[in-house]
């Protein structure tokens, strides 16, 4: 137990017992429009070149002109929309520690949707994917976790 008076080492001691964990988040903001789809996902940097890495194979190059299309073929695989909805990345960025990623799709969608979200979750069991959903003035928010299924939200 510590007491006031105990030296700066014993405090510092005292909070390396705490377990040490790393936390998986990302956020995807979908933005339903009478145009279309935008989409926004932001992951951090090194979780993403490891998905990258075990979903194609082998060590991606982040300044490479086929970068976008590795980006794509991943969130293809794990963001379904209807299962059926066409999308492409427009941009990748790197901001500070995070990849900021823009998609778009101009097909349009039915009065309720579908939506699955489990990137990264084969790699990280604990990872939680946090939802935006904008229609209109209409706002809504939802956590993806692994084996947690599909959102179904009416438009």
Do not use: C
């Amino acid at each position: 137990m510590l007491w006031i008076g105990d030296s700066l080492p014993d405090l510092l001691t005292a909070a390396e017992v705490v377990e040490e964990h790393a936390i998986y988040l990302s956020t995807l903001k979908m933005d339903v429009q009478e145009q279309g789809v935008q989409m926004t996902i932001k992951v951090f940097e090194d979780d993403l070149r490891d998905a990258l890495r075990a979903h194609h194979g082998y060590v991606i190059d982040t300044t490479s002109a086929s970068f976008i299309d590795e980006v794509e073929s991943y969130f293809v695989d794990h963001i379904k929309i209807d299962r059926s909805l066409k999308y492409a990345v427009d941009h990748v960025s790197l901001v500070g520690d995070s990849f900021v990623i823009s998609a778009s799709s101009s097909q349009i969608l039915d009065d309720t949707i579908e939506i699955e979200a489990d990137y990264f979750m084969e790699l990280f069991p604990t990872q939680q994917n946090v939802l935006h959903f904008v229609h209109g003035e209409d706002t809504k928010y939802h956590i993806f976790k692994k084996g947690k299924g599909t959102l179904e939200i009416s438009l």
